[in-house]
T-cell receptor, first 109, second 115 residues
Framework: RKEVEQDPGPFNVPEGATVAFNCTYS??????FFWYRQDCRKEPKLLMS???SGNEDGRFTAQLNRASQYISLLIRDSKLSDSATYLC??????????FGAGTRLFVKA | DAMVIQNPRYQVTQFGKPVTLSCSQTLNHNVMYWYQQKSSQAPKLLFH???????NEADTPDNFQSRRPNTSFCFLDIRSPGLGDAAMYLCATSSDGGGAEEKLFFGSGTQLSVL
């Protein structure tokens, strides 16, 4: 079993749609959680941290469920510029940051 | 005002010919990492430095070596590149490496092709 698993997609949605991604992780001792965004042939960039209480940044909402060991990302009112790969990232301590393979999102006009 | 700089952006080498990729940072971060990312796959951690302490991942091939001569610079040496080593190589930094907020700052990556 992979340490961090994501649905690879692709998710094809029209502009203005709401789309949600989930991610599961295997190490129950994991300490912190993030979503990164990666454009084609570019480096990953931090989108947001994920907390148990949930956190929101504009159109983006992230949630952590420690009991079920999953993380979610909700994007509301999708824009063309949201098209990218979204990487679920888990930090387990000891300098080990584990990336999921990513979920690809295409937003169409 | 790039904070983590990788050179070159694209590197082509021949099968078996040693190649070095470079990374520099202006963030004065303690920790520097090298990740390998193949197409449609997750970035895979190869090794990291905490200051001068080098830490190799258990499954990183011996063909990959690294040097960190000072806080700002880190190099990835591939001694005998094979076709399977063609990938994007990402350098990243973090300020502490031991805290709960383990945010990584990435360079733009070096896309390595092996002919």
């Amino acid at each position: 079993r992979k340490e961090v698993e994501q649905d690879p997609g692709p998710f094809n949605v029209p502009e203005g749609a709401t789309v949600a991604f989930n991610c599961t992780y295997s190490n129950s001792a994991s300490q912190s959680f993030f979503w990164y965004r990666q454009d084609c042939r570019k480096e990953p960039k931090l989108l947001m941290s994920v907390y148990s209480s949930g956190n929101e940044d504009g159109r983006f909402t992230a949630q952590l469920n420690r009991a079920s060991q999953y993380i979610s990302l909700l994007i509301r009112d999708s824009k063309l510029s949201d098209s990218a790969t979204y990487l679920c990232v888990v930090y387990g301590g000891g300098f080990k940051t584990i990336f999921g393979a990513g979920t690809r999102l295409f937003v169409k006009a | 005002d790039a904070m983590v700089i990788q050179n070159p952006r694209y590197q082509v080498t021949q099968f078996g010919k040693p190649v070095t990729l470079s990374c520099s940072q202006t963030l004065n971060h303690n920790v520097m990492y090298w990740y390998q990312q193949k197409s449609s796959q997750a970035p895979k951690l190869l090794f990291h430095y905490y200051d001068k302490d080098f830490n190799n991942e258990a499954d990183t091939p011996d063909n990959f070596q690294s040097r960190r001569p000072n806080t700002s610079f880190c190099f990835l040496d591939i001694r005998s590149p094979g076709l399977g080593d063609a990938a994007m190589y990402l350098c990243a930094t973090s300020s502490d490496g031991g805290g709960a907020e383990e945010k990584l700052f990435f360079g733009s990556g070096t896309q390595l092709s092996v002919l």
